[in-house]
């Protein structure tokens, strides 16, 4: 230390008594100082600092380092873009010329997207939904115009009234306007209301008296009630008495009318007949068939039509009676033919050919209906469904009657499925449920179908339509039915080949895209590597949203570069689902 430096005398005794003199000079040794300079991109490594380190001499050496800030600087970039995904600030660390940071700062701000919202009415579900188009605005972004086309009102009213008739029965649809424009269909459905019929029978032992009368009423329901009496005739009975006389005064004939078991007439006629020559009569007579005559106490009847009876003289004077007997038996026969109708509530009818064995002109009657002096057949009688008896009388009074049945016709039943959706072009054969055979169809309008007038024809979609099938029995019975058709355009999805997720901001996320508006969403995706492990899977997420794609991980870690494939059921605005396969390679 300098302080130290110098000469100091020191007066001391020695061992002799004597001065001792010490003289001590001392020297300043040399110390020395460092001054080093150095520069820094670090404020906090700036300033001096003093470091006291020993020299050869033991001496202080001062090491002085001063340290001196070199500038950064700092570059801001102003960017604008259309793209959300491509805004915000954006901080580059580079190295400047002084190997100090120069720090670029590029902000990137939104240019404005503008939406415009229209709104129609329709009474076309077909013209109904919501249709994106994506214009360009003046700056260059994105302007979509969304328009909304909601559904009017379409009303039905259900109306019932009721007849007697069975002609004014059944639906019928009559389509007008309401207030917005849109079909009002008003449905009226007739029903038949019951007419009844009583069947009352009789007996009577005069032909005059016999066969059906029909008398019409009125029910409860204000529709005919039929009364038919039937009455049939009670056997009568003839006995014939042969005597004999050879005194032409007794000769003749005497008839007695009693009453059979029947309470009608059992006629006895005796005859007393003159023997003189053998005399020989001819008994000639129609019958109906089941009455029988008694002659000479012997039955005739069909089984035994013809014969001779011989009457021999009680008195030797008098000559024998030879009667020959020659009966003919009426038994009028005719063709009965019934046809069903061919729909429910519909009349069928009764047909009677040309009678047999029988004398014209003749009385016919069935179901309530008297039909006298019936000359020209066949004849037609209109009847509802029922069981009948159809009663055949010649001009003797002979009876035939018969047994007939209508049975009730079908109630036609038609069906389409539907709706149809299909994509243009798309071919479908059309298969309506239809529980009866059709005497003639028409399909309506026939434009896109292979045939109008075929139960099965083919379907070439071109453009959406509702189609109406009207089937027939004949005799005003037929069915309806529609079926609308949805014809939807080419559906254009994109599936990128391929994608590179190294966090680029380029192409870093795998989904699907498509036109706005053709896909309502993406149901579910699901990615597979190469030996069928599934290594991604979403659902329910819209379509050109890469955020909610794959990034190329499983489990948390990046895949390795290789092959995917995916599958993904895909829901179109109209409700249909479709199924788009394919495959993509990762990069890295």
């Given at each position: 230390?300098?302080?130290?430096?110098?000469?100091?005398?020191?007066?001391?005794?020695?061992?002799?008594?004597?001065?001792?003199?010490?003289?001590?000079?001392?020297?300043?040794?040399?110390?020395?100082?460092?001054?080093?300079?150095?520069?820094s991109c670090n404020p906090a490594d700036t300033g001096t600092v003093t470091q006291l380190l020993a020299n050869q001499?033991?001496?202080?050496?001062?090491?002085?380092?001063?340290?001196?800030?070199?500038?950064?600087?700092?570059?801001?970039?102003?960017?604008?873009?259309?793209?959300?995904?491509?805004?915000?600030?954006?901080?580059?660390?580079?190295?400047?010329?002084?190997?100090?940071?120069?720090?670029?700062?590029?902000?990137?701000?939104?240019?404005?997207?503008?939406?415009?919202?229209?709104?129609?009415?329709?009474?076309?579900?077909?013209?109904?939904?919501?249709?994106?188009?994506?214009?360009?605005?003046?700056?260059?972004?994105?302007?979509?115009?969304?328009?909304?086309?909601?559904?009017?009102?379409?009303?039905?009213?259900?109306?019932?009234?009721?007849?007697?008739?069975?002609?004014?029965?059944?639906?019928?649809?009559?389509?007008?306007?309401?207030?917005?424009?849109?079909?009002?269909?008003?449905?009226?459905?007739?029903?038949?209301?019951?007419?009844?019929?009583?069947?009352?029978?009789?007996?009577?032992?005069?032909?005059?008296?016999?066969?059906?009368?029909?008398?019409?009423?009125?029910?409860?329901?204000?529709?005919?009630?039929?009364?038919?009496?039937?009455?049939?005739?009670?056997?009568?009975?003839?006995?014939?008495?042969?005597?004999?006389?050879?005194?032409?005064?007794?000769?003749?004939?005497?008839?007695?009318?009693?009453?059979?078991?029947?309470?009608?007439?059992?006629?006895?006629?005796?005859?007393?007949?003159?023997?003189?020559?053998?005399?020989?009569?001819?008994?000639?007579?129609?019958?109906?068939?089941?009455?029988?005559?008694?002659?000479?106490?012997?039955?005739?009847?069909?089984?035994?039509?013809?014969?001779?009876?011989?009457?021999?003289?009680?008195?030797?004077?008098?000559?024998?009676?030879?009667?020959?007997?020659?009966?003919?038996?009426?038994?009028?026969?005719?063709?009965?033919?019934?046809?069903?109708?061919?729909?429910?509530?519909?009349?069928?009818?009764?047909?009677?050919?040309?009678?047999?064995?029988?004398?014209?002109p003749y009385t016919i009657t069935a179901a309530g209906q008297l039909l006298e002096d019936v000359s020209a057949f066949?004849?037609?009688?209109?009847?509802?469904?029922?069981?009948?008896?159809?009663?055949?009388?010649?001009?003797?009074?002979?009876?035939?009657?018969?047994?007939?049945?209508?049975?009730?016709?079908?109630?036609?039943?038609?069906?389409?499925?539907?709706?149809?959706?299909?994509?243009?072009?798309?071919?479908?054969?059309?298969?309506?449920?239809?529980?009866?055979?059709?005497?003639?169809?028409?399909?309506?309008?026939?434009?896109?179908?292979?045939?109008?007038?075929?139960?099965?024809?083919?379907?070439?979609?071109?453009?959406?339509?509702?189609?109406?099938?009207?089937?027939?029995?004949?005799?005003?019975?037929?069915?309806?039915?529609?079926?609308?058709?949805?014809?939807?355009?080419?559906?254009?999805?994109?599936?990128?080949?391929?994608?590179?997720?190294?966090?680029?901001?380029?192409?870093?996320?795998?989904?699907?895209?498509?036109?706005?508006?053709?896909?309502?969403?993406?149901?579910?995706?699901?990615?597979?590597?190469?030996?069928?492990?599934?290594?991604?899977?979403?659902?329910?997420?819209?379509?050109?949203?890469?955020?909610?794609?794959?990034?190329?991980?499983?489990?948390?870690?990046?895949?390795?570069?290789?092959?995917?494939?995916?599958?993904?059921?895909?829901?179109?605005?109209?409700?249909?689902?479709?199924?788009?396969?394919?495959?993509?390679?990762?990069?890295?």
């Amino acid at each position: 230390t300098p302080l130290d430096t110098g000469t100091v005398v020191q007066n001391l005794t020695g061992q002799t008594g004597c001065d001792s003199i010490v003289i001590t000079t001392t020297t300043l040794l040399p110390s020395d100082s460092t001054l080093l300079t150095q520069s820094s991109c670090n404020p906090a490594d700036t300033g001096t600092v003093t470091q006291l380190l020993a020299n050869q001499f033991g001496c202080d050496s001062v090491v002085i380092l001063n340290t001196l800030l070199v500038d950064s600087d700092t570059t801001l970039i102003d960017l604008q873009s259309c793209n959300p995904l491509d805004t915000g600030t954006v901080v580059q660390n580079l190295t400047g010329q002084t190997g100090c940071d120069s720090i670029v700062i590029t902000t990137t701000t939104l240019l404005p997207s503008d939406t415009t919202l229209l709104f129609s009415e329709s009474c076309n579900p077909a013209d109904t939904g919501t249709v994106s188009q994506v214009l360009a605005n003046q700056f260059g972004c994105d302007s979509t115009v969304i328009s909304t086309t909601t559904l009017l009102p379409s009303d039905t009213t259900l109306l019932f009234s009721e007849s007697c008739n069975p002609a004014d029965t059944g639906t019928v649809s009559q389509v007008l306007a309401n207030q917005f424009g849109c079909d009002s269909t008003v449905i009226t459905t007739t029903t038949l209301l019951p007419s009844d019929t009583t069947l009352l029978f009789s007996e009577s032992c005069n032909p005059a008296d016999t066969g059906t009368v029909s008398q019409v009423l009125t029910n409860q329901f204000g529709c005919d009630s039929t009364v038919i009496t039937t009455t049939t005739l009670l056997p009568r009975n003839t006995t014939v008495f042969f005597s004999q006389s050879c005194n032409p005064a007794d000769t003749g004939t005497v008839t007695q009318i009693l009453t059979n078991q029947f309470g009608c007439d059992s006629i006895i006629t005796t005859q007393v007949l003159l023997f003189s020559d053998p005399d020989y009569q001819l008994v000639a007579d129609t019958l109906c068939a089941g009455e029988s005559l008694v002659i000479n106490g012997t039955v005739y009847d069909q089984e035994r039509p013809i014969g001779q009876e011989v009457i021999q003289s009680l008195a030797e004077e008098c000559d024998s009676v030879v009667i020959d007997i020659a009966l003919v038996f009426a038994a009028p026969e005719a063709e009965i033919r019934p046809t069903n109708p061919a729909c429910e509530g519909l009349t069928g009818f009764i047909e009677i050919g040309p009678p047999e064995n029988g004398f014209p002109p003749y009385t016919i009657t069935a179901a309530g209906q008297l039909l006298e002096d019936v000359s020209a057949f066949p004849v037609t009688i209109d009847v509802l469904a029922g069981d009948y008896t159809v009663e055949l009388t010649d001009a003797l009074g002979c009876t035939v009657s018969q047994p007939v049945s209508i049975t009730e016709g079908i109630s036609p039943a038609l069906s389409i499925d539907g709706p149809l959706i299909l994509e243009q072009g798309d071919t479908l054969t059309l298969r309506p449920m239809i529980n009866f055979d059709p005497v003639t169809l028409e399909w309506r309008p026939a434009g896109q179908l292979s045939c109008s007038d075929c139960l099965n024809p083919v379907l070439e979609a071109s453009e959406s339509t509702t189609l109406l099938l009207t089937a027939s029995l004949g005799n005003g019975c037929s069915a309806t039915a529609n079926v609308q058709v949805l014809v939807e355009q080419q559906v254009d999805i994109y599936a990128p080949n391929i994608f590179s997720p190294n966090g680029d901001g380029r192409n870093d996320w795998f989904t699907l895209f498509s036109t706005p508006g053709q896909i309502d969403r993406i149901e579910r995706m699901e990615i597979y590597d190469r030996w069928g492990n599934q290594v991604f899977a979403q659902t329910e997420f819209p379509a050109n949203n890469v955020a909610v794609g794959w990034d190329g991980t499983f489990r948390g870690e990046p895949m390795g570069p290789g092959v995917f494939t995916y599958y993904a059921q895909v829901r179109l605005p109209t409700g249909r689902i479709i199924l788009q396969k394919g495959d993509v390679t990762l990069i890295r």
